[in-house]
Nanobody, 124 residues
Framework: QVQLVESGGGLVQAGGSLRLSCAAS????????MGWFRQAPGKEREFVAV????????SYADSVKGRFTISRDNVKNTMYLQMNSVKPEDTAVYYC?????????????????WGQGTQVTVSS
């Protein structure tokens, strides 16, 4: 069982930066692929970024490519999302997620574990 807790959300101006963290409990974090998703009001939850177990493989949604960076520290059992050049359309609740396989960690329907979410609001 893996428990995930996000932090770092808040209010930021357009063009600014924010770093989200996802702290994981349990001894198996380093074996999991991890991902970030987001859900804006009235919209479905969508994929943002994913990273494999050792950080060697990453993938991003087109909407954040070049602006967001996903990373992880397996010693600290923590995953990060560095958000740069944020836009008002990045406003959403951001969720971290974990799964045993990389492809599962990219799919809303196939993720094994979810965090509770952290609100990110970008003002224009």
């Amino acid at each position: 069982q893996v428990q995930l807790v996000e932090s770092g959300g808040g209010l930021v101006q357009a063009g600014g930066s924010l770093r989200l963290s996802c702290a994981a409990s349990g001894p198996t974090f380093s074996s999991y692929a991890m991902g970030w998703f987001r859900q804006a009001p009235g919209k479905e939850r969508e994929f943002v970024a994913v990273i494999n177990w050792n950080g060697g493989i990453t993938s991003y949604a087109d909407s954040v490519k070049g602006r967001f960076t996903i990373s992880r520290d397996n010693v600290k059992n923590t995953m990060y999302l560095q958000m740069n050049s944020v836009k008002p359309e990045d406003t959403a609740v951001y969720y971290c997620a974990g799964s045993t396989l990389l492809n599962r960690a990219k799919s809303v329907r196939m993720v094994d574990y979810w965090g509770q979410g952290t609100q990110v609001t970008v003002s224009s």
